[in-house]
């Protein structure tokens, strides 16, 4: 990007007149090196965020998969059983208490 030396509005490398004010673009060999170097970072920038989105859709395919795998593969788990406690009484009753 070039920035114009009037209105500091950034202009597409390879632009004669500012987009924003139409004043003619003067075009340093800086600028031009700023400009490719500006670039090659936001390049950089992009193919980071793509491989970022690409591993977080990988794992969200996994996800879903395994999901999808428990639930239809698998079959459930039967019920437990589980045995009959006997009822056992905590306290004395009345006629078997010990008299003070």
């Known amino acids: ?10 202009n597409a490398l390879g632009t004669t007149f500012c987009r924003g004010c139409g004043t003619r673009l003067v075009v ?11 670039t090659r970072v936001a390049d950089l920038d992009h193919a980071v965020l793509r491989s970022g989105r690409s591993a ?24 437990t059983v589980s045995p009959p406690t006997p009822l056992i009484e905590v306290f004395l009753p009345q006629e078997a208490a010990p008299a003070k």
């Open 1 to 10: 990007m070039i920035t114009c030396q009037s209105c500091g509005h950034d």
């Open 28 to 38: 340093d060999f800086q600028s031009i090196e700023q400009s490719v170097q500006s």
């Open 56 to 79: 977080l859709m990988l794992c969200t395919f996994a996800l879903v998969c395994a999901l999808i795998a428990r639930y239809v593969v698998v079959p459930p788990m039967p019920p």
